[in-house]
């Protein structure tokens, strides 16, 4: 079974770098895209960043710059480091994976982890 498990939130101060984990178990990662998503209170899901199964990776403008996607095939995880923190990136912070092309469209994942909640205090 496809099982992917997000770790790393808590809370942080605002200017802060965490670095968020999703561990992957059932697959492997060059077949799979992977893509980091976040909800924050009242808003809707939406897509920050992700990487194809030979390395290509994509970031929405709201975190080009500031957050950073890699990977460790060794151990299946893939990481989110997230640089230069604001309070508007409080949000539960989720990883997904697909085996349709790359995409920061979260229709086309079909494995999700549970949500790591991030929380930026100013």
């Known amino acids: ?12 101060q605002a200017g802060g770098s965490p670095r968020l984990s999703c561990a992957a178990s059932g697959f492997t990662f ?18 920050i960043s992700c990487v194809s199964g030979i390395g290509d990776t994509y970031y929405a403008d ?8 890699s990977s460790d095939n060794a151990k299946n995880t893939v990481y989110l ?9 409080t949000a539960i912070y989720f990883c997904a994976a697909t085996r349709a092309v790359m995409s ?7 494995y ?3 949500g790591t909640l991030v929380t930026v205090s100013s």
């Open 112 to 114: 999700w982890g549970q």
């Open 81 to 89: 480091q997230m640089n230069s923190l604001k309070p508007e990136d």
């Open 1 to 12: 079974d496809v099982q992917l498990q997000a770790s790393g939130g808590g809370l942080v």
């Open 104 to 110: 920061n469209n979260l229709q086309s994942y079909e």
């Open 62 to 69: 709201s975190v080009q710059g500031r957050f950073t996607m």
């Open 30 to 47: 060059d077949d799979y895209a992977i893509g980091w998503f976040r909800q924050a209170p009242g808003k809707e899901r939406e897509g």
